[in-house]
């Protein structure tokens, strides 16, 4: 299975202001995928990042509010612009296995908005 | 639309004590069915993946098991170090040729000692 990190690990913010998070795999893939996991509910799919080609995003979710970059197949961002108290979640990248349709995920990024 | 529901919320034994989590699903089409387990302040980790009913899978002390409704993932002699949050997931077609992952808000599993 690939290892994944995230950049950062948590992080406090003030409203109106803008987080980029970082996603990097250790070996090259074809699709990312962003989640956002509130607590007590369940993972959620913000978007799907292909290389070289815009982003898919889920019911609910703009690019204007969750941009996204997909550089080469090793590495994405999330960006979450104008920040809101309710945006105070986690946030999880992960990728698909070889050949396999289960998702491997990074550790997370923990976002507070004050 | 699929949905996806685990069941207990939480579950709490005691060292030793075996039992099952369940999580029951209505998708049309499935493609899939994993388990992951989840640590606090961390990202899921894989466990199983199940693709047909009546397919089991074991790992150490776990044991995931598929009907056509819902699976089971059993949980023998458990130990602290079991104590997480297990996850379920389920794989259907979203059209296009693409899929979708459906989970399950979780089960969060507290082994005393």
């Known amino acids: 299975s690939a290892v994944i990190s995230q950049k950062p690990s948590r992080d406090i913010c003030q409203r109106g202001t803008s987080l980029t998070i970082q996603c990097q795999v250790d070996?090259?893939?074809?699709?990312m995928f962003w989640y956002r996991q509130q607590p007590g509910q369940s993972l959620t799919l913000i978007a799907t990042?292909?290389?070289?080609?815009?982003?898919?995003?889920e019911s609910g979710f703009v690019i204007d509010k969750f941009p996204i970059s997909r550089p080469n197949l090793t590495f994405s961002t999330l960006t979450v612009s104008n920040m809101s108290p309710e945006d105070s979640s986690i946030y999880l990248c992960?990728?698909?296995?070889?050949?396999?349709?289960?998702?491997?995920f990074g550790p997370g990024t923990r976002l507070t908005v004050t | 639309e699929d949905q996806v529901t685990q069941s207990p919320e939480a579950l709490r034994l005691q060292e030793g004590e075996s039992s099952s989590l369940n999580c029951s699903y209505t998708?049309?089409?499935?493609?899939?069915l994993f388990w992951y387990r989840q640590d606090p302040g961390k990202g899921p980790e894989f466990l199983f993946t199940?693709?047909?009913a009546g397919e089991e899978k074991e790992k150490e002390r776990l044991k995931a098991t598929l009907t056509k409704k819902e699976s089971f993932l059993h949980i023998t002699a458990p130990k602290p170090e079991d104590s997480a949050t297990y996850l379920c997931?389920?794989?259907?077609?979203?059209?296009?040729?693409?899929?979708?992952?459906?989970f399950g808000k979780g089960t969060k599993l507290s082994v005393i000692p």
């Open positions: 992960s990728v698909e296995g070889t050949d396999t349709y289960e998702q491997y």
């Open positions: 997931a389920v794989l259907s077609p979203a059209g296009a040729g693409s899929y979708q992952l459906t």
């Open positions: 199940l693709y047909s």
């Open positions: 998708v049309s089409g499935l493609r899939g």
């Open positions: 070996s090259q893939v074809t699709m």
């Open positions: 990042a292909n290389q070289g080609s815009e982003a898919t995003y």
